[in-house]
């Protein structure tokens, strides 16, 4: 699987930078966790700091387009992620202590 860095785009007040990489694959579209390694090694960046948007596979290529943005730390992520996203990558939302789920 290669990549090919088409844009990328520093969001200072997010903290993150954001990019979108057209990846090259034999066979079917690769799984969001390979594509997500295989970007974060490329980027040089930490996995757990990387968060994949969007995987658009193109009909009949053997390409696919990805939106992708790295975070600068921890905090910016839980800060500025939306929850469905970071479930979906494995990132649980820091925990706050200011209401449990009983309270009402």
């Known amino acids: 699987m290669d990549f090919k860095i088409q ?3 520093e969001m200072r007040l997010l903290k993150r930078k954001d990019y979108t990489a057209r990846v090259f694959h034999d066979g079917p579209t690769p799984s969001r966790d390979k594509i997500v390694d295989a970007l974060a090694k490329q980027l040089r960046a930490k996995r757990e700091l990387l968060v994949v ?7 009949g290529s053997p390409s696919s387009v990805v939106e ?3 975070y600068a730390d921890e905090e910016s992520l839980g800060r500025f992620e939306p929850e469905y996203m970071r479930k979906r990558h494995g990132k649980e939302a820091p925990k706050d ?4 789920e009983g309270d009402s």
């Open 7 to 9: 844009n990328e785009k």
């Open 68 to 70: 992708a943005s790295v």
């Open 53 to 59: 948007r969007k995987i658009g596979a193109e009909f």
């Open 97 to 100: 202590g200011a209401a449990s």
